[in-house]
């Protein structure tokens, strides 16, 4: 299976620590030699940047552990294929526009018979499971609301629906994101944390490699990092249920 990674934070905060324990999973502790791909959010922009090499050994990957690109939202993707052959348009995450906005999707697991699902609007560049989905899925949100509905909390109710029914079709963990609010779909692995003031040191599992985050942050940073697997040995990860969506905004939890 492939790995995630997220985060919600309410100023703009780099993702360097957690990318690189990630990144030592994609072919150094962890199988997921197929290639690798992130995205960041800059106001309406979303930089984004995909390899079809190990992360570990990606020298694109080398350059944004010591290139500090701070963003709210970012999503991450490691891949192990078994859907679709190892190429650039295979690697997660994907990215599409509705509304005027740039919305990003990665998701690990297989989904049996989701390509006889029918596509609307949407269109797959490259041959996974997770692009066919994400193609339907957003179809479904265009579909549902042609314009941004008014109450944040009735797109939730949609995607956590149309997640659901994914998850139904085999093993579905997800991250979703359209720049402000970033949705998270547990399967089977997806964990988060949340650090806000008091802060404190954090050590990777993966990489001898320890933060102190009260030396790099402010009294009012609030961050929130989802992941497959923890990332850290040294902090209370949440551990999400199968089945369970969860909801950040600016580094909080709103649903």
């Given at each position: 299976m492939c790995e995630l990674l997220g985060m919600s934070a309410n100023v703009p905060t780099d993702i360097c620590f957690s990318f690189t324990g990630l990144m030592n999973r994609g072919g150094r502790?962890?199988?997921?030699?197929?290639?690798?791909?992130?995205?960041?959010?800059?106001?309406?922009?979303?930089?984004?940047?995909h390899d079809p090499a190990p992360s570990c050994e990606s020298e694109i990957a080398r350059l944004l552990r010591e290139y500090p690109i701070k963003s709210c939202v970012?999503?991450?993707?490691?891949r192990r294929a078994n859907r679709g052959r190892v190429a650039l348009e295979n690697t997660h995450p994907y990215t599409r526009e509705l509304w005027g906005r740039v919305w990003t999707f990665a998701h690990n697991g297989q989904l049996k018979g989701i390509?006889?699902?029918?596509?609307?609007?949407?269109?797959?560049?490259?041959?996974?499971?997770?692009?066919?989905?994400?193609c339907w899925l957003l179809g479904r949100i265009r579909e549902a609301f042609p314009e941004p509905p008014k109450r944040a909390s009735a797109l939730s109710a949609l995607v956590r629906e149309l997640a659901g029914g994914l998850n139904g079709l085999g093993v579905f963990n997800m991250l979703l994101s359209d720049g402000g609010h970033l949705w998270c779909h547990c399967s089977?692995?997806?964990?988060?944390?949340?650090?806000?003031?008091?802060?404190g040191p954090a050590t990777l599992l993966d990489e001898d490699m320890t933060v102190d985050f009260e030396k790099e942050t402010t009294p009012n940073d609030v961050v929130t990092v989802i992941a497959t697997r923890p990332l850290t040995r040294d902090e209370a990860w949440t551990?999400?249920?199968?089945?369970?969506?969860?909801?950040?905004?600016?580094?909080?939890?709103?649903?």
């Open positions: 502790t962890g199988p997921h030699r197929d290639g690798w791909g992130i995205a960041f959010y800059e106001g309406k922009g979303c930089r984004t940047f970012v999503i991450s993707h490691i390509k006889k699902l029918p596509l609307s609007f949407y269109r797959p560049v490259g041959t996974t499971d997770s692009e066919h989905a994400f089977t692995n997806l964990a988060w944390l949340t650090r806000k003031a008091p802060f551990v999400m249920r199968p089945g369970e969506m969860v909801v950040f905004r600016d580094g909080m939890r709103v649903g």
